[in-house]
């Protein structure tokens, strides 16, 4: 684009010059599969990555019932390798003052298991999901959202409390991890539940971000989504998915009751995550493209 902007320029007569002989032999130096890319890449503006993410909400709401349910399964089951690694790094690292710094980065690798094999996941889809809705608000799509966000959520919790259960009664028989496992567990439980609701509304924030950067990432979605879901660990956020496994371990492993997990933690946690994601997030992205968005269909 910006090598078309240029050319059409040099035609106009409008550029000095010294920079069309410039504009020249920097075009030179690219072929023009490049030069395709270049544009390609130029093109990418707000309003092209809400509609990669507008359509991939619109597929995600239209997938059957039983896909959508294995898939969250798998997500819940996957999120449980954010924990584990989590603790494993927390065992083997020295207790020093930088520990955190280096045993949050196992937080990531969930996460990068969940969305980079396409599996789904509750706090992503709070924002696929909003986005098609608010281009077309109706009540059809009210029930579609529901339907969507109910058997994720569903799915994902089904698996978390096997991935809890799990590491609660130690089938890789790995104590020492076991016991790391829950320790972060017990402080993943310690703050307040005003604590837990802004602290998940961040989190919710957070990985909305996650989807929004996805489509102009390409060959960067492995550091993306590392770090996004790093500072999830390292500011000690509420995420309702990772977060169910280590409610779920300290359950089974009796040190947390039932009634006290869902208020204390699950209610404020997940409320928090739907406002960072959808009420926040979405929100605010489709408000800086709705103009451009009544623009284009005006101009159709």
Not at 16 to 26: G, K, L, Q, V
Request: glycine letters at 6%; proline letters at 4%; aromatic letters at 10%.
């Amino acid at each position: 684009m910006a090598a078309s902007s240029r050319t059409e320029e040099q035609a106009n007569g409008k550029m000095p010059a010294d920079e069309r002989s410039s504009a020249d032999r920097d075009d030179k130096h690219l072929s023009s599969k490049e030069k395709r890319e270049v544009d390609d890449r130029l093109q990418l503006r707000p309003v092209a990555v809400y509609e990669i993410v507008r359509k991939e909400g619109d597929s995600e709401l239209a997938r059957p019932a039983s896909s959508l349910l294995w898939s969250g399964f798998a997500a819940g089951l996957s999120i449980g390798f954010s924990v584990f690694t989590q603790a494993t790094l927390r065992h083997y690292l020295p207790d020093a003052d930088w520990r955190p710094l280096v045993e949050c980065w196992g937080y990531a690798v969930g996460f990068l298991i969940v969305i980079l094999a396409r599996q789904q996941l509750f706090t992503e889809i709070t924002l696929t999901a909003m986005l098609p809705f608010l281009a077309k608000p109706n009540a059809k799509g009210v029930w579609a959202i529901a339907r969507l966000w109910s058997l994720v959520f569903a799915a994902n919790l089904a698996g978390t409390l096997v991935f809890g259960a799990a590491v609660a009664f130690d089938i890789l028989h790995m104590p020492e991890v076991r016991a790391a496992a829950l320790e972060i567990a017990r402080e993943a439980m310690e703050p307040s539940r005003g604590y837990m609701f802004l602290r998940a509304i961040a989190a919710g924030w957070l990985i909305a971000t996650v989807v929004w950067l996805l489509p102009s990432a390409e060959s960067s979605r492995f550091p993306v989504i590392a770090l996004l879901t790093y500072l999830i660990a390292l500011f000690h956020l509420s995420h309702i998915v990772a977060g169910s496994v280590e409610a779920a371990s300290l359950i089974f492993s009796g040190e947390l009751h039932v009634g006290r997990a869902i208020t204390h933690f699950y209610l404020p946690t997940l409320f928090g995550n739907v406002i960072g994601g959808s009420a926040l997030f979405a929100l605010i992205s489709y408000a800086q493209i709705a103009e451009e968005l009544e623009t284009a269909a005006e101009e159709k």
